[in-house]
């Protein structure tokens, strides 16, 4: 069913708003009423409607000044404002639209031509609205949010196309390519002690000192967390031009970073590989080079190093890990963290995440980045991940035998897994195994894992079986891949996660509250419950809760807990109100 369009109806006049009323009834808007012009605004900012009808004359407050003051709101700038006036003079009209009215209509209303034009801007709103919305999520699959740098599907677009203009050269010229894979050295450390916004502060003014350090014509590309590549033409002298360009990108960044009154300080490892010497495709460029960075890292990083064929120290690591990560289940060094999800309407908890970490014997407690890519690549996550599904429903089980509240608790489900023939079989062992029930079970996927190239039909089957069995079926940091508004149509998806990379600014950047507000709006056009990741703010909280998001996830509640931890917080807060709970705890430490 399409969406309500809402419409701001703002008129001083009881008589007025009751005949507009009526006008439209039984036209499927969503009304919402407005006495006078400080009413209207902020009606206007807490429900963001698809037009206004705005009478002219009011007291204290006109609708001219009221017009005016939405133009001059960004959120509201675009807002169609049709005034309804009984003056019917030029000068009336003129002053409307100069202060930014779109439409005029007289007093008293004739319904049909009042039901026409209602019906025509709000379609044409809605269109704009998602055509806009189209765009930007087409920007977002090109290019990093906290950056603006292009992200790893336009960097390998980048480098193709860098190669084939060099194939196309002269062979007697020297024209060569250096790819730079550049990593920030203890970036987790800095996280953890000040936290993700002073973390992704550093992140913004490290790209920009790199941007400031390049050569064009260059590009450089933030490809995931910490990791940044550039591509950068060099000339005769290859290695030569490579080691000076990269000794030139470390010292700028070991000058500290002064971020929010706090001095950072933070050194980056380099590994470099030179096309057509190390390879003349794009991918083998890119892994080569991120070989050499793993190496630069070995060697006490802060340092740069070239791609070599022979096996180098980041390899070598690299396979002793692999080597470890067979062993975990039989060891037993898995362990889940549980982050709970808040519902905004009661305020309780209603669900829980969750999130593997292993318990290395000599590293200590290590988070999926260290080991998830490496699972995936050598297909360990199989095993594992069936392991998570059943200790997950197991506990969900446990929880169940205690008496608190039912909830559903989300696995995250991975591409390999997602691939696997007996997948399904595989889920229904773990739910009979567990004497779980389906409904309690959430599956978590990346858009990535839908989009497969050729998987498209049997992807569909799939979720289509898992939605018959009961299952809930979540898109996770949603935004971040393909966002395409067509697979929310195809497939059988319950939840849209939105991820945190946009939840972080919505208070501050008008274009990440806009995109988070129409991510919302259309999930709820095809009725999909929303959860949004990353709450860490009361102002985050608020926004979302004005917006209609249903549930929340993020460190403003609690962090991941470990099986002990979350049982004690769901036992004494299984029935409490989390969000009347913590604004009263915040309320007493101010």
Known sequence: MAEQSTILIVDDELISRSTVEMLLAGEG???????????????????????????????????????????????????PIVMLTALDDRDSRILGLEMGADDFMSKPFDGAELRARVRTITRLNRYRRLVETADKLSYLSNYDVLTGLPNRHLLIERIKSALLHMKTLDSGDEHNIALFSLDLDGFQVINESFGHEIGDKLLYEVSQRLLRNIL??????????????????????????ASALAKKLLESLNKPFLLDSHEVFITASIGISIYPVDGDEALDLLKNAETAMFRAKGQGKNNSQFFAAEMNTATFKRLIMENQLRKVLARDELRLYYQPQVELRSGRITGLEAL???????????????????????????????????????????????????????????????????????????????????????????????????????????LHELREMGIHIAIDDFGTGYSSLSYLKRFPVDVLKIDRSFIQDICTDNDDAAITSAIIAMAHSLQIQVIAEGVETPEQLA?????????????????????????????????????????????KHQ
């Open 356 to 462: 593997v970490r292993w318990q290395h014997p000599e590293l200590g407690l290590l988070g999926p980045n260290h080991f998830i890519s490496l699972a995936e690549e050598s297909g360990l996550i199989i095993p594992m991940g069936e392991w998570i599904l059943n200790a997950a429903a197991a506990q969900n089980k446990h929880w169940q035998t205690l008496g608190l509240p039912n909830m559903r608790v989300a696995v995250n489900l991975s591409c390999r897994q997602f691939q696997q023939n007996n997948l399904l079989q595989s889920i229904k062992n773990a739910l009979e195994a567990t004497q779980l029930e389906p409904e309690y079970l959430e599956l978590e996927l990346t858009e990535s894992v839908l989009f497969e190239e050729g998987r498209d039909k049997k992807s569909k089957t799939i």
């Open 216 to 241: 064009p014509p260059a590009t450089i590309a933030r490809i995931s967390g910490d990791k940044f590549v550039i591509v950068q033409e060099l000339g005769a002298t290859p290695a030569k031009e």
């Open 543 to 587: 926004f979302l809760h004005l917006r209609g998001c249903e549930v929340v996830q993020g460190y403003l509640f609690s962090p991941p807990l470990a099986v002990e931890a979350i049982t004690d917080l769901l036992v004494k807060n299984s029935h409490k109100n989390m969000i009347r709970h913590f604004l009263h705890e915040n309320a």
């Open 29 to 79: 808007y969503k009304l919402v009423f407005a006495e006078n012009g400080q009413d209207a605004l902020e009606k206007a900012n807490q429900f963001i409607p698809d037009l206004m009808l705005l009478d002219v004359i009011m007291p204290d407050m006109n609708g001219y000044q009221v017009c005016q003051q939405l133009r001059a709101n960004p959120r509201l700038a675009e807002l």
